[in-house]
Structures are given as C-alpha cells and as structure tokens.
C-alpha cells in the first residue's frame, strides 16, 4: 500500500487521495527545518550583497524559477469539476463494464477545455470544446475524451499535426490567439473537404457555448461493448445536459470575453459552489458489429460522419453530477491526464484511424507535458482500483516498490500478479479478424464523402441558426486576407448548400460561387437515409 492518505478536498465523490502538502503550523525548509525569516536574504552587512550560503533563498527563488509546465499541446485553457456518475443499469445487457450497473456509483473528474488558445485566452472563442471525462471505476480508469462535436476534422490520426499547425496562431506573430479567422486555417479547410463537417458546426452557435452546463458531449468514435456473454455491440457516446444546450450569438461573446475573459471558468465553479450542480445523462446510440462497420449506408469508422438520433436513438445509460470545486487548479485540472487508451473490461476501442492514432499520441504527449513517466502516481490521475503494474523507476518516481522481481514469472516474490482470481475480469483484447490485405496508405472509398453528412447538419438547422452559420462564416473568411482561399472555400459551402454558398458570397461582396464538384461517393441524405431503425437489444 502506499503512503498514508487523506482527501484534500474532503470529497465524498472522489477527490484525489494523496499524502497532505503542507503540515504544521511553522513555515519550514523544503527539509522541514523551521525558519524564521523568509522576507529577507542573507547579506553580508545590511547592505552588502546577497550570499551564496543563504539557501533558503536559493531554494525559495530555484523552485518558483521551476513552477511552470508545459501546457497541453492542445486543449490548454480549462476548467474542471469533480462529480459522481450513477449507473441506470440499462447498458448491462450490452456492456460488462461495472461503471454502467445499476446504481453503481463511481467517482469522476471531468474538464472542459477550448482547443487553439493557449492557457491565459479567453473563454469565449469561437472553436470546439474539449469534455473529457475520468471515471474511476473499480476495475480501473476509464477516461471518455471527447469534445461537444459530434465529428473531427480529419480522418486519419497523421493529418493532426497539420489541422493543428493550421489552427493555431500563426507563426510569424501568434495571431490569433484563439479564434479560427486566419489564412493558415481557412487554407487548411479549403484543401480538405473531409473538414467541412466539423467546420460548419465551429461556425454554428455550437462555436459559442453560453455555459460549459449547457453543452453536449460526444465520444466521437465509434467504440464496441463486450458484454458479459462476449457478444458485442458498437456504440457512439453521449452526454446530454440536463440544462439543454445553450449558446450565446457573436456579438454577446465579443463583450463576454472582453469584459470577463474566465466567464465560462467562473460559471462552472459559482454554479457549483451555489449547490446548482450541473448534471448531464450519458447515452449510446447502438449498432450491430457488422462485418463492415457501417449503419445504413454510414460508415461507423468514419469521424466526419453522423447517424441521425431519428435512425438510432440516444438510449440513456447513466446520470453524471458535478458536486465539487478542485482544491487546487494545478494538482487537479493541470495535472490530470485523459488517455483514449484507459479502457476497462466491456469497453474497447475500433479501427477508427483517428482513434487508433490517439492512443499513441496522449500517453506520448503526457511523458513531456508531466516530466516523464510516472504521471499516473499522482493524486488526480491515480486509479482507485488496486495496482500492480510492475512499471519500476523513471524520473519522479514517489513509489517505494517492495521485493526483488519484478518481473514473471518469478518464484521469489511470492505470488502471481498475473494469474487472475476467477471472480475478476480481466481486460480483454477483442479478437477480431483483420482484412489480409497489402500494407498501403490508401483511405477507404467510404471516407470519400464528404458533403452529404455536412448538408444534413445543416438542414437540420432552424432558420435563425443558419443566419449566424452565414454570418460567421463571412465575418471569419473576411479576415482572410487571400482571395483564393475565400473563393475556394465558398465552393466548398455551395457544395453543402447552394444558399449557404450564395448568402456567405453576397456578405463578402464575391459572386455566386459553383459548388465543388461532388466526389463520386457523394450520397443524398434521403436516399442514405430510408429505414428508420432501432437497435437496442431486448
Ligand atoms: C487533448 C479531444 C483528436 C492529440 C485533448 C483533450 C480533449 C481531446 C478533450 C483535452 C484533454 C484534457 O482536458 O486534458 C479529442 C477528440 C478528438 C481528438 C474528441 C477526435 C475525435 C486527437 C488526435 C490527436 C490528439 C487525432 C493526435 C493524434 C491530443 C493531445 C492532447 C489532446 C496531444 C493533449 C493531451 C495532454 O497534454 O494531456 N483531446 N482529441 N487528439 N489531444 Fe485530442
């Protein structure tokens, strides 16, 4: 076991355990010798210069010197809650995840994030919001990392970089800090029609959230449930807010971020500390594990794509509560680190190429970002289930590892930390065939679509929400300074809609654009789109 453990925040949901910081009523040395005098450095004579010997100073001025980490690649501004997720049960029959039995309880920690600006921008910025959820279950972690988009940009995990490198402030000046109307970004959409999708709903009020309380979230991918029996389904994640989803228009979020810039930060936390706890049910759209991965014509692998609620509906699983303020930003919101890889028996991942990337890139990106490798022994990322994971040594190692062999077999430890006791469940690597095929960088011809998914969005849109879709787009793309990109992507908008394209083109004084032409894959939404059906098991 390891050190003694208390509950910084006293929480009863979950807050990190951890050995207290700071002790005693004296202020201490990093050693825990007392000192006296902290306010003034050991000089020689009141007016002489400063001491090498004063360590003290040393230490106090070397470790503030040191304070900083970097901050997240991506996803570097946010705020965080912790919460307890109670199980309706209704997900048993699908999944052998104990976090979905009935009124099973688990502790989370979830934080919500923008994903350009850097740590100090403003909250109210046009972009997609990070909602990242960490359940400490009792057969381990499960983090569900997701955003309040139902889709991403790209299709493949080896365009991030370059979606990324787009998006973020452009080199020469670091301007913007946070918003997308710049040309390196519109030249990145404007050469790639998988980026509409994503890009029409940034350029919705779903751009503009009023409150992090008042957004969706949604896994994005498609993930498979193993239920108890083995048998198997595909689900898309889920979460509803209780308080229904809320934006503000653009001329709102320009006076909001100017007049407070931590307005969505500051209304999680008041919200909270008020007793208002935010609340949203996790749901799962469920679909047969096909041969082909796909759902009435729509490919599940996909990440620009949907599966309208009307042809799968959201079936409610579970009810997340947010009840508790961090203690302390730095230890909790800072330092906690989601990974798509922390899955737990009866949820796995699929063949996604975006996801498939993402398990390589957070576990990598986090021995950076957290100084090596050992971030899972601090307090907020730490599972609440027992671990054994004969991981040994590495830069900030705080555990004093008992025995002789850490390695197996062995037969001088004592033990198997791998045989597992016939009550436990162990974490299963689905078997599933793979394609013999020849190694290729090629996409499948099913990602070739790219505007029917895009146009269904935006038909599903009411009149006033297509004003500000319009709207923004003319006021982003009229930031952009080269006409070529502007035209190109107006093609792009009168592929998806031919009024879009026209009202974007009049707002920018440009004439009425032709429609990119429509890859050969392109399909009509009514014709996609013709068995309304329901998959959830009986
Ligand atoms: C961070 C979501 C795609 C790399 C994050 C965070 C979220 C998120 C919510 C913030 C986590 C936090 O609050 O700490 C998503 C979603 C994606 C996606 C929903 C697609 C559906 C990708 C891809 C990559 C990637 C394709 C790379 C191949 C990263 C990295 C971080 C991050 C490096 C920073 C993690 C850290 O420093 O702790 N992502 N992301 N993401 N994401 Fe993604």
Redesign the pocket.
């Known amino acids: 076991s390891g050190p003694e453990t208390v509950t910084p925040t006293g929480a009863k949901t979950g807050a990190p355990k951890t050995a207290n910081a700071q002790q005693g009523e004296y202020l201490t040395t990093a050693h825990g010798a007392r000192l006296t005098n902290s306010d003034q450095s050991l000089k020689a004579g009141a007016r002489g210069p400063v001491l090498l010997q004063d360590h003290h100073f040393r230490e106090k001025i070397s470790h503030f010197d040191h304070e900083r980490i970097p901050e997240?690649?991506?996803?570097a501004r946010?705020a965080?809650a912790h919460g307890v997720f109670r199980g309706y049960g209704t997900a048993s029959k699908i999944s052998q995840a104990g976090v979905f039995a009935k009124d099973k309880e688990t502790p989370v920690f979830v934080?919500?994030?923008t994903?350009l600006g850097s740590r100090g921008s403003g909250d109210l910025a046009r972009d997609t919001r990070?909602?990242?959820t960490k359940f400490y279950t009792d057969e381990g972690n499960w983090d569900l990392?997701?955003?309040n988009m139902p889709v991403?940009f790209?299709q493949d995990?080896?365009k991030?970089?370059d979606v990324i490198h787009a998006g973020k402030p452009q080199p020469d000046r670091e301007i913007p800090q946070a918003q997308s109307a710049h040309d390196t970004f519109w030249d990145f959409v404007s050469l790639h029609t998988e980026a509409q999708h994503h890009t029409l709903w940034n350029m919705s009020d779903r751009g503009i959230p009023r409150s992090f309380r008042m957004m969706e979230g949604?896994?994005?991918?498609t993930f498979r449930l193993i239920a108890e029996g083995g048998e198997t389904v595909l689900v898309k994640f889920h979460w509803k807010p209780r308080l229904g989803v809320h934006s503000v228009t653009w001329e709102e979020a320009q006076l909001i971020n100017g007049a407070d810039p931590d307005f969505h930060r500051r209304d999680l936390a008041d919200a909270i500390e008020a007793g208002a706890f935010p609340q949203w049910e996790l749901g799962v759209q469920v679909f047969e594990d096909n041969d082909d991965q796909t759902f009435q014509g729509i490919d599940l692998l996909d990440?620009t794509k949907i599966v309208p609620e009307e042809l799968a509906p959201v079936e409610p699983i579970g009810l997340m509560t947010l009840d508790k303020n961090p203690t302390n930003f730095f230890a909790e919101t800072e330092q906690?680190?989601?990974?798509p890889n922390n899955l737990v028996p009866g949820i796995d991942v699929t063949n996604d190429p975006?996801?498939q990337?993402?398990l390589?890139?957070?576990l990598?990106?986090?021995i950076s970002?957290?100084g090596g490798p050992n971030w899972n022994q601090l307090p907020i990322n730490r599972s609440h289930a027992p671990v054994n994971d004969m991981l040994r040594d590495g830069m900030h190692q705080t555990a004093v590892h008992g025995g002789v062999a850490p390695y197996r077999p062995n037969s001088l430890d004592g033990g198997n930390p791998f045989e597992t006791p016939a009550d436990a469940r162990p974490f299963i690597d689905f078997p599933q065939p793979v394609a013999a095929s020849v190694k290729e960088r090629k996409r499948p011809q099913s990602f070739e679509d790219h505007f029917s998914h895009p146009r269904l969005f935006w038909l599903s849109l009411s009149e006033v929400e297509r004003e500000h879709t319009a709207q923004a787009y003319a006021f982003e793309l009229g930031k952009c300074w080269d006409e070529n990109i502007r035209v190109r992507q107006l093609r792009h908008l009168a592929a998806i809609d031919p009024d879009l394209g026209r009202n974007v083109a009049t707002m920018l004084g440009l004439p009425e654009p032709e429609p990119t032409e429509a890859p050969a894959k392109d399909v009509e939404p009514s014709a996609a789109f013709t068995q309304v059906g329901k998959t959830w098991p009986t």
């Open positions: 997240r690649v991506v996803h946010g965080g934080r919500f994030s994903v990070g909602f990242s990392v997701g955003n991403f790209i995990a080896i991030f970089p949604f896994g994005v991918h990440p906690i680190a989601f990974n975006l996801l990337g993402r390589f890139s957070y990598d990106t986090q970002r957290l």
